[in-house]
């Protein structure tokens, strides 16, 4: 695999291993670490699946920069309006979250060495200078996802040094509540971290001089590594905490207080891989809008950068904190774009009457009964984020 075909895997990887990956010991270990983690399994299996599809109508359509060119090459005028309207709300609701997220993360960083800015002042600086990245092209924030990716790795594994020698074995059977209904609930926090399948077009288009089974992999590997980082950060936290203390933490600060308190400057570790993970998530939500809508547009790289950072940007600043709650919707959202979607494409691309690229074509393995089961999966997510 070559550095190009590891900057894709990687910005796979750092767009779905975001700031969520915190909470997830808060959501999953009521429900005692091995339904926990055959739930994770789950719904990494469905949604690494939904990539591959989306990775073949992408390869068997011909390409293009963002899931615009794709929608309309395989679904139509009608199609391609209902995809970009699924995008838009997704990846705006998602950015809006990240700017917030950012921006109070950067005034608190400046604040500690001198500098006041307000809250809306530090979003515009992280949007911009972020921005700026992504403005250059996917080879600029390939290179900046790689450090930070790295960067972040580092933290998490100095984080399990302090927590994985401590771990309490009685912890893994405890088990507070086991209402399946209840652990159903909770596929929507795993799903959306593993919500990835926004830049497949993109770094399809990075690597487009790679074989079909290297960007196969390239797709695969870059789910694993956050399943594996999810899986670690669960064990740890679920093995130094009792499931009793973990339930009633109403966000991930009290959950980092609580294990600084019992590690010195563990603190500043986690604040730091926390603002790791919504830099690199925000690299790759923010590139895949800003490649659907030079795609789309078709304008130079100013109008391209305003169209995709100022709504995101007011968003932030007039919605502030209260805006967070909304991204609950999200999941919906995320379920008809990352798995319908990519099965209406999938279907199109492979009838009799869809005109395909010339040459081999890739087809992701399972036929229709695969095909069945992805669609039973993305049921199973509404059911259970409706219920």
Same mark, same amino acid.
């Given at each position: 695999m070559n550095v190009k075909l590891i900057g894709g895997m990687l910005l796979i990887a750092g767009t779905a291993l975001g700031a969520g990956m915190l909470a997830i010991p808060m959501v999953l270990a009521q429900f005692g670490l091995l339904w926990g983690t055959l739930l994770m399994l789950a719904i990494w299996a469905g949604t690494t699946y939904a990539a591959l599809l989306l990775l073949e109508a992408t390869l068997r359509s011909g390409g293009g920069v963002g899931m615009n060119s794709i929608a309309q090459k395989t679904l139509g005028k009608q199609g391609q309006l209902i995809t970009n309207a699924l995008l838009y709300c997704l990846v705006t609701?998602? &950015?809006?979250?990240?700017?917030?997220?950012?921006?109070?993360?950067?005034?608190?960083?400046?604040?500690?060495? #001198?500098?006041?800015?307000?809250?809306?002042?530090?979003?515009?600086?992280?949007? *911009?200078?972020?921005?700026?990245?992504?403005?250059?092209?996917?080879?600029?924030?390939?290179?900046?996802?790689?450090?930070?990716?790295?960067?972040?790795?580092? &933290?998490?594994?100095?984080?399990?040094?302090?927590?994985?020698?401590?771990?309490?074995?009685?912890?893994?059977?405890?088990?507070?509540?086991?209402?399946?209904?209840?652990?159903?609930?909770?596929?929507?926090?795993?799903?959306?971290?593993?919500?990835?399948?926004?830049?497949?077009?993109?770094?399809? %288009?990075?690597?487009?001089?790679?074989?079909?089974?290297?960007?196969?992999? &390239?797709?695969?590997? #870059?789910? &694993?590594?956050?399943?594996?980082?999810?899986?670690?950060?669960?064990?740890?936290?679920? *093995?130094?905490?009792?499931?009793?203390?973990?339930?009633?933490?109403?966000?991930?600060?009290?959950?980092?207080?609580?294990?600084?308190?019992?590690y010195q400057n563990l603190a500043v570790v986690l604040s730091v891989f926390t603002g790791l993970a919504i830099v690199t998530s925000f690299l790759g939500v923010a590139m895949s809008l800003?490649?659907?809508? %030079?795609?789309?547009?078709?304008?130079? %790289?100013?109008?391209?950068?305003?169209?995709?950072?100022?709504?995101?940007?007011f968003g932030a600043i007039w919605a502030k904190e209260q805006f967070i709650g909304v991204l609950g919707y999200a999941g919906i959202i995320l379920v008809f774009l990352a798995v319908f979607i990519p099965m209406a494409m999938v279907l199109r691309v492979r009838s009799t009457h869809f005109k395909q690229v010339e040459g081999p074509f890739y087809q992701v393995a399972g036929g229709k009964s695969a095909l069945l089961g992805c669609f039973a999966f993305g049921g199973f997510l509404l059911f259970s984020q409706l219920i």
């Open positions: 609701c998602l &950015m809006i979250a990240y700017i917030v997220s950012a921006g109070d993360l950067v005034q608190q960083l400046l604040a500690q060495v #001198g500098v006041e800015l307000g809250l809306w002042e530090s979003q515009l600086l992280f949007t *911009g200078v972020i921005g700026a990245f992504i403005a250059q092209g996917t080879a600029s924030v390939d290179k900046l996802n790689r450090v930070l990716f790295i960067a972040m790795i580092g &933290m998490l594994f100095i984080t399990l040094i302090f927590l994985l020698p401590n771990i309490a074995l009685d912890n893994f059977q405890q088990q507070s509540n086991d209402n399946k209904i209840e652990l159903i609930k909770n596929s929507a926090v795993l799903f959306t971290s593993f919500g990835f399948m926004v830049v497949v077009p993109s770094v399809v %288009k990075y690597n487009q001089e790679a074989t079909y089974q290297q960007l196969r992999n &390239m797709v695969i590997l #870059g789910s &694993m590594l956050p399943l594996a980082c999810y899986l670690l950060w669960l064990i740890a936290v679920v *093995g130094n905490l009792p499931a009793t203390q973990l339930v009633n933490f109403q966000n991930v600060s009290e959950l980092i207080t609580m294990l600084s308190a019992e800003f490649d659907q809508n %030079k795609d789309l547009f078709k304008t130079n %790289k100013l109008t391209t950068f305003l169209t995709t950072f100022s709504l995101p940007l």
